[in-house]
């Protein structure tokens, strides 16, 4: 049982970024002048939103998230409006964060917003995916000792390591390179896209690591 989850799970991931890679490849051979630095919002669009398909598509079809009681229409479209009311106000907190953090407040709104638009597709629409709007599910995972399947856990690691890869990211802006990647916020969504395919290669791997030790159920 746990070999065949997380062979499910290696193989949603490999989906997951080959649709970044697609989302980087793609757009260069169809727009002209297209490229990862000088037309940085679009291609950061561009992965926000092939992130935000795959992992729709693929959570969908697997069925990973909480099976819900109620069937009615009413409360299909209640649970989809709440999905993206939260997804909206993650967008506000990631651009109160990045601002709070150091990025200028008017001069490059839309780049910031935009950051804030990918670290969302990255890390809340996920939790979205996974667990539903259940802000209390979220909090449970992300507490100590809180993940419940593999598949909290792989919403850990992978959430985790976009919103660090983010961080790390704004550490070569201040430097005096002048380089085409210091410009912001190339880096940070540089560093949270990194981030995001290192998490997708780390949790399968770190929980076919630690089978033995893992104590909880699987779905």
Same mark, same amino acid.
């Given at each position: 049982?746990? !070999? ?10 490999? $989906?997951?970024?080959? *649709? ?28 926000? %939103? ?16 909480? =099976? ?8 299909? +479209? ?23 953090? *150091? ?24 939790? #979205?995916? #996974?667990?539903?709007?259940? #802000?209390?599910?979220? $909090? ?9 399947? #593999?598949? !909290? ?11 660090? %890869?983010?961080?790390? *990211?704004?550490?070569?802006? =201040?430097? !005096?390179? !002048?380089?085409?990647?210091? +410009? ?6 540089? *560093? ?28």
């Amino acid at each position: 049982m746990w !070999d065949q989850e997380i062979r499910q799970m290696a193989s949603s991931h490999a $989906i997951m970024a080959s *649709g970044v890679f697609m989302a980087t490849v793609v757009p260069a051979v169809l727009v002209p002048g297209f490229s990862v630095y000088g037309t940085h919002l679009l291609w950061l669009y561009s992965v926000a %939103g092939a992130v935000a398909v795959v992992n729709i598509t693929l959570f969908w079809l697997l069925g990973v998230s909480s =099976p819900t009681k109620k069937h009615t229409i009413t409360y299909k +479209v209640s649970r989809l409006v709440r999905s993206c009311l939260y997804l909206l106000l993650s967008c506000l907190f990631f651009h109160t964060v990045v601002i709070l953090y *150091g990025a200028p407040l008017l001069e490059t709104a839309l780049e910031t917003f935009s950051l804030a638009v990918l670290l969302t597709s990255l890390t809340t629409l996920r939790c #979205v995916c #996974v667990l539903g709007p259940n #802000v209390q599910a979220w $909090i449970r995972v992300f507490s100590r000792h809180g993940a419940m399947s #593999v598949w !909290d856990t792989s919403l850990q690691v992978v959430v985790g390591c976009s919103v660090v %890869g983010a961080w790390l *990211g704004a550490f070569p802006i =201040p430097l !005096d390179w !002048d380089r085409p990647w210091q +410009v912001w916020p190339v880096s940070c969504s540089l *560093g949270a896209v990194i981030g995001y395919l290192t998490g997708l290669v780390a949790a399968p791997a770190w929980i076919h690591w630690h089978r033995k030790h893992l104590t909880y159920k699987i779905k």
